[in-house]
């Protein structure tokens, strides 16, 4: 279904729609994000690009998102982005433009939008209470492969997908990349990779490092405080005993959300070069 036939059926989606909070997409950064840092965030233009919001189908109805890809581009390669805990807020749609200033189809969806609209909400501690812990990964799952589909149907070339995702988004992205084995390369930036197992996320990545079949390459800081080099070895042993082509690279001295560069925690040189080698590794494996 293209995005025009899509919009059509939307007033009918609506009624029939099962809960989703959040419909639409806010504008600027997230509430808990501030202040931001003006003089590090970087804002790419839109220039020879199709951006904006679309409305991507699933069964619970149409799930907002936001689209960047080359403008009239075609077969393109795609990626899905997936944000941190703070929504698709404009880091992330900068980022979208950032990959279809490469040549790509991004496209990242509020994946907690059926529990709260986390970009609106000033508490970090409420947002992980709330909408993060009453998510799915069932729901994280779904909901992307709904936006592979429609991505392939609206200019994205089905047989190169990729996914790239931050924060509790690059443990989103490792999940993924066990779930869809039609995936030819995935990147993690600093995703946890063990925790306690709940009824709404029963898996960790280092649980699933047996059923990772696509490439995925996970970017850590040595001094981040939520993820520790123990668990960093571990899984790369894990996937070493599977046989997995991925990797794993660690920046001894970097932060936590070292490429978020809205933050205080960005550090320009390692996310610079994480940005780089995202890129080599999408061509690298066919994307």
Known sequence: MSQQEFDSLVPEL????????????GAGFALATQPIMAQTAIRTDADGLTVGEIQVPTADGPLAAYRAMPAGGKNLPTVLVVHEIFGVHEYI????RRLAKAGYLAIAAEMYARH?????????????????????DAEHM?????????????????????????????????LYAAHNPKLKAAVAWYGQLDGAPSAKQPKWPIDLSDKVKPAVLGLYGGQDQGISLDDVEAMRD????????SELHVYPEAPHAFHADY???YRKEFAEDGWRRMLAWFKANGL
């Open 263 to 265: 933050r205080p925690t």
């Open 116 to 136: 709260g609209d986390v970009a609106k909400m000033s508490n970090i501690r409420d947002i992980l209470d709330g909408p993060v812990a009453a998510a799915s």
């Open 14 to 25: 609506r009624l029939s729609r099962r809960g989703f909070i959040v419909t639409s997409l």
């Open 238 to 245: 894990a996937l070493k005993k599977a046989g997995s082509k």
């Open 142 to 174: 779904s909901d992307l492969d709904a936006c592979a589909a429609w991505a392939a149907q609206n200019g994205g070339d089905p047989a190169r997908l990729g996914i790239t995702g931050f924060c509790r988004g690059g443990r989103t992205t490792w």
């Open 93 to 96: 749609r900068d980022i979208c």
